[in-house]
């Protein structure tokens, strides 16, 4: 599979039914209800929409168009890391163009993509807040700055799955 295609995952639906009982019919709970959803699965799944919809007596345009509406809502799968790497002003001055590309070319993804085993998804951002330790990138909570090509990679295994993940089809 090439990095850029979308993943399928399979989605129980049978997971929604207690997340869809706390909100009966509470057109207000929407977004409430859509986090939840993208707690459980780590995405909103398209299968999804549909029963949020008639849970909550709306139109499925209604649900589909506050989740592509909202930046925080998800429709694919998304990696057990995310990495975050900068592109502001003091990012960039001091060399985050590098840091992506190692970034792009170990994991072979582009910006905005997530590699076939689902562990990793790749973002670029307009500023993490930490222009003191530029070039700055970040995976899930952790911060990594003043970074280096051989940091970078040093980093990325870190977040490798182990041989035993890989083995079992865990991530």
């Not at 999804?48 to 849970?55: G, V, Y």
């Not at 592509?68 to 001091?94: D, E, L, W």
Request: charged share 25%.
């Amino acid at each position: 599979m090439a990095a850029h295609e979308t993943v399928q995952q399979e989605v129980d639906l049978n997971d929604l039914e207690p997340i869809l009982e706390g909100f009966k019919e509470e057109k207000w709970a929407l977004i409430p209800l859509l986090q939840q959803v993208q707690e459980k699965y780590g995405y909103i799944p398209p299968d999804t929409i549909e029963p949020i919809a008639r849970s909550l007596r709306l139109f499925p345009s209604e649900v589909q168009g506050v989740v592509t509406f909202y930046s925080q809502f998800y429709t694919t799968p998304r990696g057990k890391n995310i990495i975050r790497v900068c592109r502001g002003t003091a990012c960039h001055v001091r060399g985050s163009g590098s840091v992506l590309k190692i970034v792009r070319q170990n994991l072979e993804i582009e910006p905005g993509e997530t590699t076939p085993d689902l562990n990793y998804t790749l973002e670029t951002v307009a500023c993490l807040g930490a222009c003191f330790l530029a070039p700055t990138m970040m995976v899930n909570r952790e911060y990594y700055g003043k970074l280096a090509p051989p940091r970078v990679m040093s980093v990325l295994k870190q977040y490798a799955p182990s041989k035993k993940e890989e083995e079992h089809g865990e991530g």
